[in-house]
Protein backbone atom coordinates (compact mmCIF):
# COMPACT_ATOMS: atom_id res chain seq x y z
CA UNK A 1 0.00 0.00 0.00
CA UNK A 2 1.02 3.74 -0.51
CA UNK A 3 1.25 6.13 1.90
CA UNK A 4 2.27 9.23 1.27
CA UNK A 5 3.18 12.39 3.80
CA UNK A 6 0.68 15.22 4.53
CA UNK A 7 2.62 18.02 5.91
CA UNK A 8 -0.66 19.21 8.40
CA UNK A 9 -1.45 22.02 10.42
CA UNK A 10 -3.81 20.61 12.29
CA UNK A 11 -5.14 24.10 14.58
CA UNK A 12 -6.11 26.87 12.41
CA UNK A 13 -8.84 29.46 13.83
CA UNK A 14 -11.03 31.64 11.73
CA UNK A 15 -13.04 34.92 11.64
CA UNK A 16 -15.22 32.99 13.48
CA UNK A 17 -13.12 33.17 17.33
CA UNK A 18 -13.42 36.08 18.45
CA UNK A 19 -9.45 36.65 18.92
CA UNK A 20 -9.14 35.29 15.40
CA UNK A 21 -8.12 37.73 12.99
CA UNK A 22 -11.24 38.76 10.12
CA UNK A 23 -8.45 38.23 7.62
CA UNK A 24 -9.29 34.54 8.69
CA UNK A 25 -11.54 33.89 5.88
CA UNK A 26 -11.57 30.48 3.90
CA UNK A 27 -10.08 31.10 0.86
CA UNK A 28 -7.30 33.38 2.09
CA UNK A 29 -6.84 30.54 4.73
CA UNK A 30 -6.60 28.11 1.98
CA UNK A 31 -4.13 29.98 0.15
CA UNK A 32 -1.78 30.62 2.69
CA UNK A 33 -1.22 26.94 3.38
CA UNK A 34 -1.21 25.87 -0.01
CA UNK A 35 1.75 28.73 -0.22
CA UNK A 36 3.45 27.22 3.19
CA UNK A 37 3.46 23.33 1.33
CA UNK A 38 0.67 22.02 3.68
CA UNK A 39 -1.57 19.55 2.41
CA UNK A 40 -3.94 19.23 5.08
CA UNK A 41 -5.72 21.73 8.12
CA UNK A 42 -7.33 21.73 10.53
CA UNK A 43 -10.05 24.34 11.70
CA UNK A 44 -10.49 24.44 15.17
CA UNK A 45 -12.81 27.16 16.28
CA UNK A 46 -13.12 28.41 20.02
CA UNK A 47 -16.45 26.46 21.05
CA UNK A 48 -18.14 26.93 17.51
CA UNK A 49 -17.83 24.67 14.14
CA UNK A 50 -19.79 27.00 11.58
CA UNK A 51 -17.09 27.60 9.75
CA UNK A 52 -15.73 24.53 9.16
CA UNK A 53 -18.17 23.91 6.11
CA UNK A 54 -16.76 27.27 4.22
CA UNK A 55 -13.36 26.07 5.05
CA UNK A 56 -13.79 22.49 3.51
CA UNK A 57 -15.82 24.12 0.34
CA UNK A 58 -12.99 26.36 0.08
CA UNK A 59 -10.14 23.71 0.06
CA UNK A 60 -11.53 21.30 -2.36
CA UNK A 61 -11.15 23.71 -4.94
CA UNK A 62 -7.40 24.00 -4.58
CA UNK A 63 -6.59 20.06 -3.46
CA UNK A 64 -6.47 21.45 0.27
CA UNK A 65 -7.22 18.39 2.61
CA UNK A 66 -9.37 20.37 5.72
CA UNK A 67 -10.60 18.44 9.01
CA UNK A 68 -13.36 20.09 10.86
CA UNK A 69 -13.06 20.86 14.61
CA UNK A 70 -13.48 22.64 17.21
CA UNK A 71 -11.17 23.93 20.09
CA UNK A 72 -13.56 23.46 23.59
CA UNK A 73 -13.07 24.88 26.47
CA UNK A 74 -13.67 23.16 29.46
CA UNK A 75 -14.73 23.85 33.31
CA UNK A 76 -11.29 24.22 34.18
CA UNK A 77 -10.16 26.26 31.35
CA UNK A 78 -8.41 23.66 29.81
CA UNK A 79 -8.68 23.85 26.30
CA UNK A 80 -9.05 20.36 24.01
CA UNK A 81 -9.54 20.10 20.32
CA UNK A 82 -11.99 17.64 19.12
CA UNK A 83 -11.31 16.87 14.97
CA UNK A 84 -14.11 14.63 13.44
CA UNK A 85 -14.83 13.29 9.91
CA UNK A 86 -18.26 14.38 9.21
CA UNK A 87 -20.89 17.14 9.30
CA UNK A 88 -22.92 14.69 11.62
CA UNK A 89 -20.18 14.79 14.20
CA UNK A 90 -19.60 18.18 14.12
CA UNK A 91 -23.28 18.97 14.93
CA UNK A 92 -23.13 16.57 17.53
CA UNK A 93 -20.41 18.18 19.42
CA UNK A 94 -22.27 21.33 18.75
CA UNK A 95 -25.17 20.63 20.24
CA UNK A 96 -22.92 19.78 23.23
CA UNK A 97 -21.08 23.01 23.90
CA UNK A 98 -24.92 24.73 23.04
CA UNK A 99 -25.95 23.26 25.85
CA UNK A 100 -23.05 23.93 28.43
CA UNK A 101 -21.74 27.55 27.58
CA UNK A 102 -23.43 30.65 28.81
CA UNK A 103 -23.27 34.02 28.38
CA UNK A 104 -23.53 36.72 24.91
CA UNK A 105 -19.99 37.45 23.04
CA UNK A 106 -19.46 41.65 23.80
CA UNK A 107 -17.81 42.47 20.34
CA UNK A 108 -15.62 45.42 21.58
CA UNK A 109 -13.97 43.68 24.54
CA UNK A 110 -13.53 40.13 22.87
CA UNK A 111 -13.54 40.44 18.98
CA UNK A 112 -15.95 39.76 16.12
CA UNK A 113 -17.49 36.41 15.69
CA UNK A 114 -17.50 35.89 11.83
CA UNK A 115 -19.59 33.51 9.82
CA UNK A 116 -18.92 33.29 6.39
CA UNK A 117 -19.55 31.10 3.66
CA UNK A 118 -16.39 29.29 0.74
CA UNK A 119 -16.37 32.97 -1.01
CA UNK A 120 -15.74 34.44 2.08
CA UNK A 121 -18.59 36.45 2.20
CA UNK A 122 -20.50 37.17 5.60
CA UNK A 123 -23.32 35.46 6.37
CA UNK A 124 -23.61 35.84 9.96
CA UNK A 125 -22.54 35.84 13.27
CA UNK A 126 -22.12 33.62 16.07
CA UNK A 127 -23.65 35.66 19.09
CA UNK A 128 -22.49 33.34 21.92
CA UNK A 129 -19.54 33.94 24.68
CA UNK A 130 -17.16 32.02 22.50
CA UNK A 131 -14.03 32.62 24.47
CA UNK A 132 -16.06 31.19 27.75
CA UNK A 133 -15.78 28.32 29.06
CA UNK A 134 -17.60 25.51 29.09
CA UNK A 135 -19.86 23.20 31.64
CA UNK A 136 -17.95 20.31 30.58
CA UNK A 137 -14.97 18.84 32.57
CA UNK A 138 -12.28 18.04 30.92
CA UNK A 139 -13.25 13.68 30.93
CA UNK A 140 -16.67 15.04 29.47
CA UNK A 141 -15.03 16.94 26.78
CA UNK A 142 -12.53 14.01 25.84
CA UNK A 143 -15.41 11.22 26.36
CA UNK A 144 -18.13 13.34 24.00
CA UNK A 145 -15.21 13.47 20.98
CA UNK A 146 -14.46 9.85 21.08
CA UNK A 147 -18.49 9.32 21.38
CA UNK A 148 -19.14 11.09 17.70
CA UNK A 149 -15.46 8.85 16.93
CA UNK A 150 -13.15 11.90 16.87
CA UNK A 151 -9.67 12.51 17.93
CA UNK A 152 -9.04 14.21 21.25
CA UNK A 153 -5.77 16.32 21.41
CA UNK A 154 -5.26 18.51 24.20
CA UNK A 155 -4.13 21.56 23.06
CA UNK A 156 -0.50 23.88 23.56
CA UNK A 157 0.63 21.82 26.26
CA UNK A 158 3.85 24.21 26.36
CA UNK A 159 1.71 27.21 27.16
CA UNK A 160 1.31 28.22 30.98
CA UNK A 161 -2.49 29.70 29.99
CA UNK A 162 -5.17 27.16 28.73
CA UNK A 163 -3.08 24.24 28.55
CA UNK A 164 -3.96 21.14 30.56
CA UNK A 165 -0.19 21.40 32.38
CA UNK A 166 -0.78 24.98 33.40
CA UNK A 167 -4.49 24.77 34.66
CA UNK A 168 -4.29 21.21 36.20
CA UNK A 169 -0.51 21.14 36.55
CA UNK A 170 -0.87 17.33 35.46
CA UNK A 171 -3.08 14.86 33.16
CA UNK A 172 -4.90 13.17 34.94
CA UNK A 173 -4.20 9.27 34.74
CA UNK A 174 -6.71 7.70 33.05
CA UNK A 175 -7.91 10.73 30.61
CA UNK A 176 -8.36 8.98 27.13
CA UNK A 177 -5.97 11.48 25.24
CA UNK A 178 -5.25 10.57 21.89
CA UNK A 179 -2.17 12.84 21.97
CA UNK A 180 -0.54 16.36 22.96
CA UNK A 181 -0.18 19.64 21.16
CA UNK A 182 2.83 20.76 21.21
CA UNK A 183 2.80 24.94 19.63
CA UNK A 184 6.20 26.69 20.41
CA UNK A 185 9.00 25.96 18.00
CA UNK A 186 11.36 26.14 20.50
CA UNK A 187 12.82 22.42 19.77
CA UNK A 188 14.94 22.44 23.35
CA UNK A 189 12.65 23.01 25.70
CA UNK A 190 10.64 19.94 24.13
CA UNK A 191 12.22 16.71 24.80
CA UNK A 192 11.45 17.49 28.35
CA UNK A 193 7.47 16.92 27.16
CA UNK A 194 9.13 14.20 25.59
CA UNK A 195 10.75 12.22 28.11
CA UNK A 196 7.68 12.90 30.69
CA UNK A 197 4.47 11.63 28.76
CA UNK A 198 3.90 8.72 27.15
CA UNK A 199 1.27 10.22 24.43
CA UNK A 200 1.67 10.56 20.79
CA UNK A 201 2.67 14.28 20.00
CA UNK A 202 1.70 16.93 17.26
CA UNK A 203 3.14 20.48 16.43
CA UNK A 204 0.49 23.03 15.16
CA UNK A 205 0.58 26.52 14.98
CA UNK A 206 -2.79 27.28 16.46
CA UNK A 207 -3.01 30.41 14.23
CA UNK A 208 -5.39 33.51 14.67
CA UNK A 209 -3.28 34.95 12.02
CA UNK A 210 -2.33 34.56 8.38
CA UNK A 211 1.06 34.97 8.96
CA UNK A 212 0.52 32.27 11.57
CA UNK A 213 -0.49 28.94 8.96
CA UNK A 214 2.28 26.74 8.98
CA UNK A 215 4.28 28.01 11.56
CA UNK A 216 4.45 24.82 12.95
CA UNK A 217 3.19 21.39 11.71
CA UNK A 218 3.32 17.60 11.51
CA UNK A 219 3.98 15.40 8.66
CA UNK A 220 1.37 12.51 8.57
CA UNK A 221 2.79 9.18 6.52
CA UNK A 222 -0.10 7.65 5.51
CA UNK A 223 -2.66 6.38 2.90
CA UNK A 224 -5.21 9.81 2.43
CA UNK A 225 -7.08 11.77 5.21
CA UNK A 226 -9.33 10.57 7.64
CA UNK A 227 -9.06 10.35 11.53
CA UNK A 228 -8.96 6.94 11.37
CA UNK A 229 -5.88 7.43 8.99
CA UNK A 230 -4.30 10.44 11.58
CA UNK A 231 -5.44 8.36 14.71
CA UNK A 232 -3.02 5.23 12.66
CA UNK A 233 -0.29 7.77 12.59
CA UNK A 234 -0.56 8.72 15.58
CA UNK A 235 -0.33 5.38 17.23
CA UNK A 236 2.10 4.41 14.59
CA UNK A 237 0.28 1.31 13.33
CA UNK A 238 0.29 -0.29 9.64
CA UNK A 239 3.05 1.33 9.18
CA UNK A 240 1.50 4.89 9.26
CA UNK A 241 3.15 7.48 11.11
CA UNK A 242 3.51 10.91 12.54
CA UNK A 243 6.16 13.36 12.66
CA UNK A 244 6.48 16.43 14.54
CA UNK A 245 8.89 19.32 13.01
ZN1 LIG B 1 -6.17 27.32 22.87
ZN1 LIG C 1 -6.45 27.71 19.41
Redesign the pocket.
Known sequence: MMLREFRGDLHVHTCLSPCGSNEMLPTAIVKEAKKRNLDLIGICDHNSVENVEAVKKAGEKEAMAVIGGV?ISSQEEV?ILGLFDNAKALQGIKCLIDQNLRGKNDEKAFGEQLIVDETDRITGSNTRLLIGATKLSVEEIVDAIHDLEGLAIA??IDRES?GILGQLGLIPSGLRLDGLELSAPAVVARERFYREYDLPFVTSS?AHYLNDIGRSCTSFFMKKVSIEEIRKALQGKDGRRAMIE
Open positions: EHSHFD
